[in-house]
T-cell receptor
Framework: GAGVSQSPSNKVTEKGKDVELRCDPI?????LYWYRQRLGQGLEFLIY????????KSGLPSDRFSAERTGESVSTLTIQRTQQEDSAVYLC???????????????FGNGTRLTVT | AQTVTQSQPEMSVQEAETVTLSCTYD???????LFWYKQPPSRQMILVIR??????QNATENRFSVNFQKAAKSFSLKISDSQLGDAAMYFC?????????FGAGTRLTVKP
């Protein structure tokens, strides 16, 4: 596809369940980012991938959060034992070139709205 | 971690008028990029404008321009001839290598 694709667009889950959020970046983009956006707030950095490696996981809020990327393409963000505080929009973004390509802007998907009941 | 501060949670402008959104950032680096993104209710993050830190000339994209003050670490966005479609959340962002950080955002309302 032409842009970053995220699925599902909306997810409602019960507290304590695990969820998986998927991101398909723009083809050829080596850098991939996950952000969390709570209602009416800014973007909170979660994790960054360069290729299939995650050199920066510093934003993951707890060990219930994990992410992986395969084939230098699709990435999955997994939240285990979800809590109500995990309710937010999860945004994925990709950019071309390596992390050193400062000029390359991030291209965002439309996000997954997660609601934990 | 670098911090990006947007001190105006909300701003309002009359259609056709000009508005300026403020942004300051903290960094010890000399080589980096700054961006403004727009997020309408659709949630899609749209790049508005970018600025290279090594360039003294302020970036301009049609009705959008920036006032980049490197020494003051300030990066404000000016929207001229505001249109109803400009209503959105605006996020200032800093990027150096893989580190890309966003401000908390400014909600812009455009009054007809």
């Amino acid at each position: 596809g032409a842009g970053v694709s995220q699925s599902p667009s909306n997810k409602v889950t019960e507290k304590g369940k695990d969820v998986e959020l998927r991101c398909d970046p723009i083809s050829g983009h080596t850098a991939l980012y996950w952000y969390r956006q709570r209602l009416g707030q800014g973007l909170e950095f979660l994790i960054y991938f360069q290729g299939n490696s995650a050199p920066d996981k510093s934003g993951l809020p707890s060990d219930r959060f994990s992410a992986e990327r395969t084939g230098e393409s699709v990435s999955t963000l997994t939240i285990q034992r979800t809590q109500q505080e995990d309710s937010a929009v999860y945004l994925c973004a990709s950019s071309g070139g390596f992390g050193g390509d400062l000029n390359s802007p991030l291209h965002f998907g439309n996000g997954t709205r997660l609601t934990v009941t | 971690a670098q911090t990006v501060t947007q001190s105006q949670p909300e701003m309002s402008v009359q259609e056709a008028e000009t508005v300026t959104l403020s942004c300051t950032y903290d960094t010890s680096e000399s080589d980096y990029y700054l961006f403004w993104y727009k997020q309408p209710p659709s949630r899609q993050m749209i790049l508005v404008i970018r600025q290279e830190a090594y360039k003294q000339q302020n970036a301009t994209e049609n009705r959008f321009s920036v006032n980049f003050q490197k020494a003051a670490k300030s990066f404000s966005l000016k929207i001229s001839d505001s249109q109803l479609g400009d209503a959105a959340m605006y996020f200032c962002a800093y990027r150096r290598l893989s580190d890309m950080r966003f401000g908390a955002g400014t909600r812009l309302t455009v009054k007809p």
